[in-house]
Structures are given as structure tokens and as C-alpha cells.
Nanobody, 120 residues
Framework: QVQLVESGGGLVQPGGSLRLSCEAS????????MAWYRQAPGKQRELVAT???????NYGASVKGRFTISRDNAKNAAYLEMNGLRPEDTAAYLC??????????????WGQGTQVTVSS
């Protein structure tokens, strides 16, 4: 069974930093694009950042210049470095990935989410 496991969330003061990790585990041939989304209570799920297999990043407007997405293909992992955190960044952060199975078919997985709370 293929799973995405996130870690690194927590409580941080405004202006602080956190680093989230997401690692794919299980049986699959390859990991394609990976992404981080976030969802706050009562709000729609928001795309935070994406990264292609080749390492090309893209960011949502609200986090550009503060967050950095990266990946380690050898570990089937993606990371989100968050700096200059603001109270409005408070949300559950979810990892998303497109993976290829051994029949060379793409499929999608979501992680369970890790909570980030920015508060003094």
C-alpha cells in the first residue's frame, strides 16, 4: 500500500520557521510531481507549492518569497521550508504526489496532513 507520511508541523510564533517533510512509502515505480496544499477550518483547500520531478518549483501567491519547496528523489521525499510565518498560515498542511505503478500507470496519493499553528 502506497502512503505519503508527513512530519514537521507544530506551534510556532509569528515570524518563526518550520520545515515540513513528506515521504512516499510502499510499492511503486516512480514519483512524479509533488505538492503541498493547506486547509484552514471553514476555508477551501489552497495550493501552497508544487515541484516537478526535475525540481522545478511553483508557489502560491500568498507564500511566494517566504516558503521554499524542495525534494530528494533518492528518498522519494518532498520538503517545505517555511519562513516568516504569519497567523494566516495556520492550517493543516497536506502532501500530494503523483506516482507511477509497475504497470506504468499514474495514480495520486494524499498524506494525512500535519498541523501548523502560528500564534504568540
Amino acid at each position: 500500500q502506497v502512503q505519503l507520511v508527513e512530519s514537521g508541523g507544530g506551534l510556532v510564533q509569528p515570524g518563526g520557521s518550520l520545515r515540513l517533510s513528506c515521504e512516499a512509502s510502499g510499492s511503486f515505480f516512480s514519483v512524479g510531481d509533488m505538492a503541498w496544499y493547506r486547509q484552514a477550518p471553514g476555508k477551501q483547500r489552497e495550493l501552497v507549492a508544487t515541484i516537478s520531478k526535475g525540481g522545478t518549483p511553483n508557489y502560491g501567491a500568498s507564500v511566494k518569497g517566504r516558503f521554499t519547496i524542495s525534494r530528494d528523489n533518492a528518498k522519494n521525499a518532498a520538503y517545505l521550508e517555511m519562513n516568516g510565518l504569519r497567523p494566516e498560515d495556520t492550517a493543516a498542511y497536506l502532501c500530494n504526489a503523483r506516482l507511477m505503478d509497475y504497470d506504468l500507470q499514474w495514480f495520486e496519493r494524499w498524506g494525512q496532513g500535519t498541523q501548523v499553528t502560528v500564534s504568540s
